[in-house]
Each structure stands twice: as structure tokens, then as C-alpha cells.
């Protein structure tokens, strides 16, 4: 990126990205225009010391507070854009970032504008991209709560997302055996998982979680490959699902952790489920099982 310049260029964006962008400006404070930021914040510095010598005798300390605040502005105004060209490539066609709400976005930037750090800066746009695309999916206490979540609580909460399955609608992280290799190996364990409760991401529960009233038949989904599993009786089955469950905040964040398909998990869950004496209706298409 050439000295000061704005790394977004509108004339090359889509319809749904402009108006994300113009949204953004609108609500933030025309953070976009190809300004030299920091040639400017430089004159700007120099013309604050210029005017405040006929007022106060200008001291070190002074002017060290000065060249300290338009840095860190430039890196804030870095770390804005970043996230937002890193969320342009995700939006859908059908995206209605005009209809984001203004306090959302200038909430979402008060939180993330100081975030640096390449890995979170992926997460933020993605976030970013999801509200664009569909308003009302991200509450303002999820954008809050990330605020505080360290890389390493990002990389464990990801993990274990890898355990996602879908029944109904229902998103589980199926955890039958914390103690089992599939589970160690995969960098999953006690620990983590207290501290994903602890942190408010899951409800984790050793005696074990289930889920009520369910009928014979349930369409279970695993990385979007379905399977069709078959209860012990007619209806009003407790299906179990193991010791952990997502919160609201947990589950507003599954979708964008990077799910990858794991086909000894699938293979370690169905062996849990007929042993368990339940029956698969339908096989897992194993050819499909990488998305």
C-alpha cells in the first residue's frame, strides 16, 4: 500500500461492496476518501505545535503526545480498512449492507479498530460480511464479547467447532469422551473446555447433555453432508449428545470458526451411536466428506 492511500478503491467494487463502504463512512466518519493519512496527520501535528506555541511553552513531553496521537490514529485507520477489504470478497450478491444499523457498525468499529493481528482481523471480517449479508445476525453483545477474546480462545473455540454437528436446529459439538485420543489428538481436552465455559462460549456438562422429545427418525449433518439416524422408539426419544453444548454467543460464532471436515471424527461418532443403540438409516457419503 503506496504512503497514506485508502487500500479500498471504490472503482473496482461491486454494487453490495460500495454500499457497504459508503455505509461504513457514512457511520464511522468518511474513513474511506484517498486521503494521505499519514502525511496529513504529519502537517496536522505540525500545525497543532505551530498554534499551541502562541498559547504555552511547547515541552518534549508535548510534543511526544502529539506525534503518539496521529500514529496511533494512522494504525487504527489501518486496522478499519484492513477488516473491511478483508469482508468485501465475502459479500453475497444478495448482501443488504444498507440496511445495517448505524450504531452496529460504529459499535463494530470501536471494538476491532485496534486489532492488528492478521488471524483476528480474518475473524472481524467475517463477522463484518455475515451482518452485510444477513442484518440482525450478530448481536452487539457477540461484537462486544470478541472485543476480549485472545487468539489462543479463538484457535481452541475453532477447534472444537470442528466436532459441529446439525440436527434440526440444533448446532452441537459433539463430545462423548473428552478423554478419548480423537478428542486429545485434535488439542481438545478438560481444561479447554472449562475454559470455553468459564469465557461463555459453551455450556460444558461431564454428566453428560441431551436432547428431549425426538422422534424416530432424525437428519443429522455433518459439514453440510446429511445422514439420517434412527432413535430406539417411536417418539419422545433423549437423544444423547455428549457434554457440551454452544451459547447464544457460541452459536452466533460456529459458522465463521472455518469448520473443516474430519472423517475420523465421523467415523469415531458412529461407532458412539451404535453403541449407544442407535442405527444409521442412511450412510454418511464418505467420497463427499471434505467440503
Not at 484517498?34 to 506555541?53: D, F, G, H, T, Y
Not at 485496534?114 to 444477513?134: H, K, Y
Not at 473455540?157 to 459433539?174: G, Q, R, T
Not at 481444561?191 to 453428560?208: A, N, R, W
Request: charged residues 25%; proline residues 4%.
Amino acid at each position: 500500500m503506496s504512503e497514506g492511500t485508502s487500500i479500498i478503491n471504490l472503482g473496482e467494487l461491486a454494487k453490495p461492496a460500495i454500499v457497504l463502504v459508503e455505509k461504513i463512512s457514512d457511520a464511522v466518519g468518511g474513513i474511506f476518501k484517498p486521503v494521505q493519512i499519514k502525511r496529513v496527520a504529519n502537517a496536522e501535528a505540525a500545525a497543532a505545535l505551530i498554534q499551541a506555541k502562541s498559547e504555552i511553552k511547547i515541552t518534549d513531553l508535548h510534543q511526544r503526545a502529539v506525534y503518539r496521537f496521529f500514529n496511533e490514529e494512522g494504525k487504527k485507520q489501518e486496522n478499519i480498512e484492513s477488516i473491511t477489504a478483508k469482508a468485501i470478497p465475502q459479500l453475497e450478491d444478495t448482501s443488504q449492507p444498507e440496511k445495517l444499523d448505524d450504531d452496529w457498525i460504529t459499535n463494530f468499529f470501536d471494538k476491532c479498530r485496534i486489532v492488528s493481528d492478521d488471524d483476528m482481523q480474518d475473524l472481524w471480517s467475517r463477522i463484518l460480511a455475515g451482518e452485510s449479508n444477513t442484518p440482525g445476525t450478530y448481536s452487539k453483545r457477540t461484537v462486544n464479547f470478541i472485543e476480549s477474546l485472545d487468539k489462543e480462545d479463538a484457535t481452541l473455540f475453532s477447534k472444537l467447532c470442528n466436532c459441529i454437528w446439525k440436527f434440526n436446529n440444533d448446532e452441537v459439538p459433539l463430545v462423548y469422551d473428552v478423554t478419548h485420543s480423537i478428542y486429545k489428538d485434535a488439542g481438545i481436552n478438560f481444561l479447554g473446555l472449562m475454559h470455553l465455559d468459564t469465557i461463555g462460549l459453551v455450556k460444558y456438562s461431564p454428566m453428560g447433555i441431551g436432547l428431549t422429545k425426538q422422534p424416530k427418525l432424525i437428519r443429522a449433518f455433518y459439514c453440510n453432508e446429511p445422514l439420517l439416524l434412527e432413535l430406539n422408539k417411536d417418539q419422545d426419544n433423549d437423544f444423547e449428545v455428549g457434554s457440551v453444548i454452544l451459547t447464544k454467543i457460541g452459536a452466533e460464532l460456529a459458522p465463521i470458526c472455518g469448520t473443516k471436515s474430519q472423517p475420523e471424527f465421523v467415523e469415531y461418532i458412529l461407532n458412539c451411536w451404535m453403541r449407544k443403540g442407535y442405527k444409521i438409516a442412511s450412510p454418511y457419503p464418505r467420497e463427499n466428506s471434505k467440503r
